[in-house]
């Protein structure tokens, strides 16, 4: 469905609302082009305003505190929390575009601003992040920002409070997004060296004898361990990954093509960095697009079908 077809669907009607989401829409597509195709093609249309407002909003905010010195990170997290703060709870629509669309899912899907609201709470952490001491300060991590910033939009297909299986969803996002963060870290550590911390615990780092510093200058005496390093942490990640497989069986049969396809290109991603081992020393790793494109199209194929029969 066009974009257009897809706002008036959501009800958003408003010139002046239709410009503010078409320009989450464009932010969106050019620096998450995966997750956006899924939700084109796999959500219902009603939902891609607000799915496209809530990943727009979290990218905004990441990219304010997600590098620089951390007293920059953590002021600039301050007077983002204030002006999202107003423009949520303000008596007036706000100017800026990504709080204008937020301030109207918000008003469509009520529960949202408690979302962002965890989110924002969450955030200080990630503001402060210079890396883990331990695997507890990684699940801490997890905890307090990884998992609200993907209830941001995992919200909006929730099951509802009182169906009884809204406390195992959330529990099956915390093992989802434990095993995408966690491999995240691992094909992003040869560019996250070089930006001075990465997202291995350093406790981990000691048990394989692997020193910041030789994977910073990416020397080759660090690729045994760098080795072993990602088999055990690869190995964590699919424990993960395999207790999300509950997903979705928990919420609306319009929604399983999407759960499904997100978790599946999860199960790419890990398998890509299991392959590439020691190799992320020099270079990241990730699903390949072909692969990809061929998940997209199984649950492309599964949609449809669930909608025609709807009709």
Known sequence: MRWAAALTRAGITDPHLRRAYDVQRRLVRRFALQEYVAARLLLPARLHPPVIAAVAYMHTTDELIDTGEVGARKAALRRWDEESTAG???????????????WD?????????????????????????????????FQAY????????????????APVPDAGRDEPFVEGCRALIEGWQRCDFLADLSEDAEQGCIGIPQDEL???????????????????????????????????????????????????PFLEALIAVQELRLRAVQREGGGLLRRG????GLAALGVLARQYRRARTQRRRAQ
């Open 206 to 256: 000691d048990r394989h004898g692997l020193k910041f510093e030789d994977l910073r200058s990416r020397s080759e005496a660090c690729v045994p361990g760098l080795e072993r390093l990602v088999r055990g942490q690869t190995e964590l990640a699919e424990n993960s990954l395999a207790e999300c497989r509950v997903l979705p069986s928990l919420v609306a049969a319009e929604y399983r």
């Open 285 to 288: 790793a990730g699903p390949g």
């Open 88 to 102: 949520i709870e303000g008596s007036g629509p706000p100017t800026q575009p990504t709080l204008l669309a937020l």
């Open 142 to 157: 997890v905890d307090s920002y990884s998992l609200p910033a993907l209830m941001l939009t995992a919200s909006l297909i």
């Open 105 to 137: 899912t918000t008003r469509r899907h009520p529960h949202m601003a408690a979302r962002v609201r965890a989110f924002l709470d969450g955030a200080t952490v990630e503001a402060e992040w210079t890396g883990f001491d331990s695997e507890a300060d």
